[in-house]
């Protein structure tokens, strides 16, 4: 005999982590979209390469502390650190350091649109490296999404409307990275035994210290702190 689901023999149970889980997924949400809005305040006084090493110090911090009271040890392996070396490369600084360029060009709420991005080019680079498969819902999905980044540039735009070109490639190559961590972390750093909470302690150390050692290169411009501006580098690193 085949049981027929039937909404109405939900649980309590199952649906109070239904509403727990909506509700975190608004929260992520929240924190995640109003990065976009704290990188363009701190852009008053910072220039995109000081916000990322900011960013990425306060967030290794935080992570940091919370692995020392719960006594948790970073990787010791060699290898595990030059994968997360390359994690912190290609999920944190590039994208970090190209959406906080893209800022100076577009504004945060189309920044913010076109990270939305992320899951589209995760699905091409996944299929690219033999790690996930188009099915026609997703190529349907893939077709309206870019044809979303089409309407959203309009290139046929001109005069002061016009959208920086410069920007909205800055802006979808920050995307391009978040999905090509995706299929990075998946291929050399997930399901190796390291809980991710040290792997992202140890991810954001890593670019901390890479970004830091060559700031006299590329990060040596005038500083001009406000409230406003140390406030959104804080939020950054903590929230985002």
């Not at 979209?33 to 900011?54: M, R």
């Not at 500083?223 to 959104?232: E, F, K, P």
């Amino acid at each position: 005999m085949v049981r027929r689901w039937r909404p109405d023999l939900i649980t309590t149970k199952d649906r109070a982590i239904s509403r727990a889980s909506l509700s975190r997924l608004y929260l992520l949400a929240v924190l995640w979209g109003s990065g976009f809005l704290f990188v363009k305040l701190a852009l008053h006084g910072l220039s995109p390469v000081q916000i990322v090493l900011g960013q990425l110090a306060f967030g290794a911090i935080v992570l940091l502390l919370t692995l020392a009271v719960r006594r948790q040890p970073l990787p010791h392996a060699s290898r595990e650190w030059a994968y997360l070396a390359g994690m912190a490369v290609l999920a944190n600084i590039a994208p970090y350091l190209l959406f906080s360029w893209s800022e100076q060009r577009i504004s945060s709420g189309l920044a913010g649109v076109l990270s939305g991005t992320t899951p589209l080019l995760t699905l091409l680079l996944a299929r690219a490296f033999g790690v996930g498969r188009l099915t026609l819902p997703r190529v349907l999905g893939l077709v309206i999404g870019l044809a979303g980044v089409v309407l959203l540039a309009a290139p046929w735009r001109d005069g002061p409307r016009a959208v920086s070109l410069a920007g909205l490639l800055a802006a979808l190559g920050a995307a391009t990275c978040y999905a090509g961590s995706y299929v990075y972390a998946r291929r050399l750093l997930t399901n190796r035994g390291t809980e991710p909470l040290v792997l992202s302690a140890a991810q954001l150390s890593a670019g901390a210290i890479m970004l830091g050692a060559a700031m006299p290169w590329i990060g040596s411009l005038p500083i001009m702190l406000s409230s406003a501006v140390v406030l959104s580098v804080v939020a950054l690193g903590v929230l985002s």
